[in-house]
């Protein structure tokens, strides 16, 4: 059976970097729909819980809910309702801001952090799994490749070098 995915859009006369894009995409999607499935049949979770610990695992000190909010690329409310789920299962706690007083900082429980590298640990088995279609030579030259294509996406959102003002001559 064949499945229809982004890619299935694109005829020979497309640009390669279109055919790129999209094969790229569709790679994307399957992985984080087998992620996501996993996740969920495993663990009872969802795709966004896991990142929201993921997060807060890498900051013991825990994060504001702008930066939750920022470093996931979703709204605020929907930060929100992670937060207010996983709190209500004791996973995370909301601690009032150190120096905003308008504002929280959510951090992981001693059960949170558990539970978090538990999931972890599996994650990264499914991973490994899931690439294991390369050899590792291939997965070193695909990073390489792909870093390449960051730096040059980073040059293009960087702001214009402003520009030197001529003297002007009488």
Known sequence: MELVDAESRVVDDHHQALKLWLRMLACTTRVENVIRQR????FGTTLPRFDLLAQ???EPDGLSMGELSARMMVTGGNVTGIVDQLEG???VVREDHPTDRRAFRVRLTAAGRRQFRRMAAVHETWIVE???GWSPAQKIQVH???ATLKQHLAALDAPPAPRSKR???A
């Open 89 to 91: 299962e004791g996973l």
């Open 144 to 146: 390489g490749l792909l």
């Open 56 to 58: 807060l695992d890498r």
């Open 167 to 169: 003297k002007e001559s």
């Open 39 to 42: 996740l969920r049949s495993e």
């Open 130 to 132: 899931l690439f294991d």
